[in-house]
């Protein structure tokens, strides 16, 4: 026992404490709560036969700690004053949802394989976002481990999951997680995410996990019960933010600390996408998202890995990626949403929402040359100006995508862009996505035209918190023009409406395209001015009189010349063929569904200095 005390010793002199259980030997745990409102707290371990209370010593600043014996799958509680019960803040598991007590089975032991593997570089991710409940039949973490070979062959570096932190129910897009350090019950817990990241790995994929830390869900959150988690001074969309800047925020700052690094050194995560960053209220000396960068990649370092720390915001403000020593946060990149509302609202003619600010060629130029669209520009939709250049700033800081579960799943009618887009315009919205200077992100079944739409569900067992969803999601399409009725979030329904049919990528359209991403993923990797992210690199010309942007990308003397025509008549644009010794490398027309239509040929005139491309088409022409 004089062991456990020194270490016990020297964790409270280096405060702040490590939050949640940690093992210390075989048998025994050191359990760790802060838990300030709390004048006393016991620790009630379960066990088949009893249960067992005992109290645990108060420690400065708020902190409870004991050192006990435990099997490894152990259920437990705390006691907070000897009549509240509760599950542990930083539980690892909670095998019986967020209601029942916290488990150790996480501590057990699992014989990583992934001893090699180093991680990603930035500049080669290719992005697939998962929300794991819907990608498979089961809908588990080891029920994705089948389909990694097929993303691996897709040309796919890197999966997102969307939150698996414990949420209610077995039903959630994520972001009504409660237990932070928890991966959801229903998915498999912590021992079936670890067997998904070690097969990634073996399989060369990173794995990127969305983390939510500006607020908690509304069902099982307990952490006001125990400390000061949340602010009084700012508030979210979706219920009270977490205290980054008020008194007690020490603690709190260094609970959503732990939490990204236990992802990363538990769990083997190579990077965190931080939803809604914009909603993350801090006002301090140091920002919690440069804390949280710093976090991660100081146990990536540890690890001898690469991280990635990605921020979800649609401020247009580049001191989100800008580094420390200039004021920055030195995020590693961020979701950039100007380029998708670019490509969204012009080839699909809608313009409700945000996308009124949208809807014009010189958007999507503009988006493939600076990132940010609105960079200091009046935004009607807004009513004031928005956004500051991104000068400086390469390309692979920024993260583009045609769909993802919020541009998909916040449709009321759940639409994917396939669902809206003929497939001429779909073919060149891919391959403007591809061949730009970004890190490229698909959503889940996006490559082979996936017929299922993707709704919002939730599955609270509080019916109040169910009507209250209801009538928010209601209010939120009032004035959405979108086709379709209603989907009950609650309903199981709309949960089962929403999982893929990868049978559908053997089949007519779904083939095709399929084998269009693999072509353009495979171009992106085996040309180098198309991995080249230095922003003067490339050139970006728009002929307005033939709806068409040419993107010149340069590499050590090789030029790739990319020419998207984004109009109903042909172009009639410099012919590269007979010029430096180009080729023709990719030409979206030579994909066509079966029986459609016959592949359209390049036409040029009779001195060869011209070329005429089809309407809605991309072309690759490389030197």
Sequence with gaps: MEVFALLLERQLSNFPLFHGPRRISKSEFLFTVWAPFAKKMSLQIENDDDSNLLKMTAQDRGYFTIIAEADENAKYWYLINGKT???????????????GPSSLVSYSTYQWQDDSWKGTPQSELIIYEIHVGTFSGKGTFESIIPHLDYLKELGITAIEIMPVAQFPGERNWGYDGVDLFAPQNSYGGPIGLKKLVDN??????SVILDVVYNHVGPEGNYLGDFGPYFSYKYRTPWGPAINYDESGSDEVRRFILQNAESWIEEFHIDGLRLDAIDKI???????ILLEIEK??????????????????VDLNDPKIIRPEE????SLDAQWSDDFHHSVHAYLTGERFRYYSDFGELQDIAKSLSSAFVYDGKYSNFRGRTHGAPAIGIDGEKFVYYLQNHDQVGNRLDGKRLSAILPFEKLKVAVALLFLSQSI??????????????????????KKKLVKAVREGRTKEHEHNPGEGNFMDPQSVSTFLQSKLHPELKSKSMHKVLLEYHKGL??????????RNFERNSQQVELLDQYSTIVMNRQFEGELVKCIFVLGNKEANVENPLPRNSFRKVFDSTSFVIPKERNQSEMKSDLDDRMVELSPFSA???SS
């Design 440 to 461: 490229p992100l698909l959503f889940m079944g996006e490559e082979y035209a996936e017929k299922a739409p993707f709704y919002y569900f939730v599955s609270h067992s």
């Design 85 to 99: 019960k509760r599950p542990d803040p930083a539980a690892r598991f909670q095998p019986d949802g967020v209601h």
């Design 281 to 287: 209220f801090d006002y301090s000396p140091k920002n």
């Design 295 to 312: 976090s991660a990649h100081r146990v990536a370092e540890t690890q001898g890995k690469i991280v990635h720390v990605i921020g979800e």
């Design 521 to 530: 993923i495979s171009l992106r990797k085996s040309l180098r001015p198309l």
């Design 200 to 205: 990634c790995h073996r399989k060369q994929l």
């Design 326 to 329: 200039v004021g920055g946060y």
């Design 619 to 621: 072309t690759v022409f």
